[in-house]
């Protein structure tokens, strides 16, 4: 629902967002999102972006649950999780 509940959650000002972003669920799922990152952070580490863990390993295990009759295996996640973590050009860290 990008369209117009966007637009009506925004004061009429478009945005990327989905309207359901700000969702209590949606919140819960970023602060446990972000706690790991901060535990990583106190570590000495340098984890990647709430938005790009995001993007990386919660959009594709929505998509499958929600668009695609296929399992969500613990295998699949591991992998989500493996390239969200590998080091490369596309990983954008946290600054």
Same mark, same amino acid.
């Given at each position: 629902?990008?369209?117009?509940?966007?637009?009506?959650?925004?004061?009429?000002?478009?945005?990327?967002?989905?309207?359901?972003?700000? /969702?209590?669920?949606?919140?819960?799922?970023?602060?446990? &999102? #972000?706690?790991?990152?901060?535990?990583?952070?106190?570590?000495? #580490?340098?984890?990647?972006?709430?938005?790009?863990?995001?993007?990386?390993?919660?959009?594709? &295990?929505?998509? &499958?649950?929600?668009?695609?009759?296929?399992?969500?295996?613990?295998?699949?996640?591991?992998?989500? +999780? /493996?390239? &969200?973590?590998?080091?490369?050009? +596309?990983?954008?860290?946290? /600054?």
């Amino acid at each position: 629902m990008w369209g117009r509940g966007a637009r009506h959650e925004t004061g009429g000002v478009p945005t990327r967002q989905c309207c359901c972003h700000k /969702s209590r669920r949606a919140g819960e799922r970023e602060q446990g &999102l #972000e706690a790991i990152l901060g535990r990583e952070r106190a570590r000495g #580490e340098q984890p990647p972006t709430l938005e790009h863990t995001a993007d990386a390993v919660l959009a594709p &295990l929505y998509y &499958l649950a929600v668009f695609t009759d296929l399992p969500l295996t613990a295998e699949w996640t591991r992998t989500l +999780v /493996s390239r &969200l973590l590998s080091p490369g050009p +596309v990983q954008q860290q946290a /600054s």
